[in-house]
């Protein structure tokens, strides 16, 4: 198994890439082409400006084919996690990391974001890449999967009753009664023996057995992919025997079916489903085929929203009768105490008129959706998590979001401005999020759009945030004081 690091966003040339997949470029090219198909690789022209460009625009993107030797495009991977294609794993690193060593601490940390970002949007295993024509069995995923449900769980297990003779179990009076004869003392029964029961796990069962083959098989093959210390998952030796003991793959899946009809339990039809699918694709990590694989995401621009609106106490799904509030709810608001936050921006309305002079109006669906707000004692803070790679010194400007965001955000005050007056929010804070993987929050300066600032609109802070600590906050369930910011 090859394994190496590429860095999301970053542009290789076709050279460059053969070198990380230890190959010729003629064996690159049907790699290269195998990852764009699955929309984890872009290719752009290749220029000055491109290669010092930090992300990628959809105009940018070229539909060209692959060809050996070619040096008119650049690869670029827009995709964060590990990307398995054949007997290569790519661990793709998000691109505000500019270490030259291996972030292995930082890629740790960042797979452990994106599983429990996953979790929180309640994302189901994908079983499979791709769509009919380029479809490929994600085994890396059905993997994890598998490993994390024991970690959590334990192995399979089908419960047994046994019945004893004065055991430790439940009593079990009716069968004591009628099958012995008590003695009688002071007008009280006493019985010499009890029936008794308590329930065991079957060891020998069939699909107790076939789970601890399937996960020490899985293990073995996460090990092989050099994969087990990224995952932070500890290889297991569970049994000796392989999945190959338990029959041909049809009788397997029969049995599996089997066992599922007579099982109610949903975690335990989760597992066995994922467990068929396992043993039906009967595939393995280190195939030399054309076979792509993955856990991760195409857009870690979501992760990192997810991440800053749980650190720093997102309350626009939040009440208003629930709000932090200086004064309690202004009456005007009073009828709308059970919406959210969220729900109390304006909507578009659109008016017409028909022919016969009937007028009529309609209330669009969509209007302005901030990232998150929190309110802190007087404040009304307006946070915009921007996943960008911003340079912003004395040499120059680069990597900075576009128009909109900059728009959107003085909007967003705008939006709000009756709420905030009339609920004695004196302090109005507006400010971008960037990720850094620096140590330390840094104040970077503000964006200011003059005539929108000239309504009595704050500009917009701009804020550097250590990405390794914003990320450990959010793995342990904590908060970030907000004062670090210094806005």
């Not at 189901?124 to 059905?142: H, P, Q, T, Y």
């Not at 946070?383 to 909109?404: C, S, T, V």
Request: charged fraction near 30%.
């Amino acid at each position: 198994m090859i394994s190496e690091y590429v860095k999301e966003q970053r542009r290789y040339t076709q050279a460059e890439l053969a070198h990380i997949f230890h190959c010729s470029e003629e064996t690159a090219v049907p790699i290269i082409r195998r990852l764009k198909q699955f929309g984890v690789l872009k290719s752009v022209k290749a220029s000055e400006d491109q290669r010092n460009m930090s992300d990628l625009l959809d105009n940018d993107i070229e539909v060209a084919d692959v060809e050996i030797d070619d040096r008119t495009y650049f690869y670029v991977f827009t995709f964060v996690g590990v990307i398995m294609v054949g007997d290569r794993v790519l661990k793709c690193y998000p691109k505000y990391i500019f270490s030259e060593k291996q972030p292995l601490a930082e890629m740790k940390q960042v797979m452990h974001v994106i599983s429990k970002y996953n979790r929180s949007e309640e994302q189901i295993v994908n079983l499979f890449n791709g769509d009919e024509e380029n479809r490929s069995f994600n085994l890396l995923a059905v993997i994890l999967f598998l490993l994390n449900d024991y970690y959590e769980y334990g192995i399979y297990s089908n419960e047994e009753n046994v019945i004893e003779t004065n055991g430790e179990g439940d009593i079990l009076w009716g069968r004591t009664i009628d099958e012995n004869f008590p003695i009688i003392s002071n007008g009280r029964p006493y019985y010499m023996e009890l029936y008794t029961r308590r329930t065991v796990n079957d060891e020998t069962d069939y699909f107790h057995r076939l789970h601890q083959a399937v996960l020490t098989e899985c293990s073995q093959q996460l090990k092989d992919a050099q994969l087990t210390e990224l995952f932070d998952i500890e290889p297991l030796e569970l049994t000796d025997e392989e999945t190959d003991d338990f029959g041909d793959t049809d009788y397997i899946l029969n049995r599996i079916s089997g066992e599922l009809s007579v099982q109610f339990n949903t975690r335990k039809q989760i597992l066995l489903k994922t467990m068929y699918a396992y043993i039906a694709a009967d595939r393995k990590v280190d195939d030399i085929d054309d076979s792509v694989s993955m856990f991760g995401t195409n857009a870690f621009n979501l992760v990192w929203e997810k991440v800053c609106a749980a650190v720093f106490n997102n309350m626009l799904q939040t009440e208003l009768r629930s709000l932090p509030l200086p004064f309690s709810l202004n009456d005007a608001y009073k009828p709308k105490a059970r919406q959210k936050l969220i729900d109390i921006i304006q909507k578009p309305e659109w008016y017409a008129s028909d022919d016969s002079g009937t007028k009529y109006r309609h209330k669009a669906a969509d209007t302005l959706i901030p990232d998150l707000i929190t309110i802190s004692g007087d404040e009304f803070i307006i946070f915009d998590a921007k996943y960008y790679n911003l340079h912003m010194e004395k040499d120059g400007l680069r990597g900075q979001p576009g128009i909109e965001s900059i728009t959107k955000q003085y909007l967003y005050q705008l939006a709000y401005r009756d709420f905030i007056e009339k609920h004695g929010l004196n302090k109005v804070r507006n400010c971008f999020l960037f990720p850094t993987e620096d140590d330390k929050f840094t104040d970077k300066g503000y964006a200011e759009l003059g005539m929108l600032h000239a309504l009595g609109l704050k500009n917009i802070a701009v804020r550097l945030l250590p990405a390794e600590k914003v990320y450990d906050a959010y793995l342990t369930g904590s908060r970030i004081d907000i004062r670090v910011l210094e806005l």
